[in-house]
């Protein structure tokens, strides 16, 4: 991931990368609790069976992304209104990577609210949105 030609973010092997959108009901716990899930998510294969990227200590990469929350029921062009503005949604996006690595994850991330070139092989391919 990259902001103005620098890189700023990168796994370098096998993880997660974790797109995270903050709405106006989100607060720390569902932070916390999210981190937790994103970690724990059983999705990798393993010696015996399905593993989670805490077993197999991979790492993740953090990236805000409030265009999750785009609402496009009308017309052709989206809205944000359902996605939290920048004072509520960065310290809860800081929250949820601090538990990731409180957790024992190897997390990277991107710049909050820059615009972001994120590229990535997407392995399976499997994307799945976590909602609590």
């Known amino acids: 991931m990259s902001v103005e030609g620098e890189v700023v973010g990168a796994l370098n092997g096998p993880g997660l990368v974790a797109l995270v959108g903050v709405t106006h009901t989100d607060d720390l716990d569902v932070a916390?609790?999210?981190?937790?899930?994103?970690?724990?998510?059983?999705?990798?294969?393993?010696?015996?069976?399905?593993?989670?990227?805490?077993?197999?200590?991979?790492?993740?990469?953090v990236v805000?992304?409030?265009?999750?929350?785009?609402?496009?029921?009308?017309?052709?062009?989206?809205?944000?209104?359902?996605?939290a503005p920048r004072a509520v949604a960065e310290p809860l996006i800081d929250a949820l990577i601090a538990e990731l690595r409180a957790e024992g994850a190897t997390v990277s991330t991107g710049v909050f609210g820059a615009d972001m070139q994120v590229s990535l092989v997407n392995d399976g391919p499997i994307t799945i949105i976590l909602e609590l």
């Open 64 to 83: 805000s992304q409030f265009t999750l929350y785009a609402d496009t029921k009308k017309g052709r062009r989206p809205t944000w209104d359902a996605a």
């Open 32 to 61: 916390q609790r999210m981190a937790r899930k994103i970690y724990d998510l059983r999705i990798f294969d393993g010696d015996n069976g399905e593993v989670s990227a805490r077993d197999v200590s991979l790492p993740i990469l």
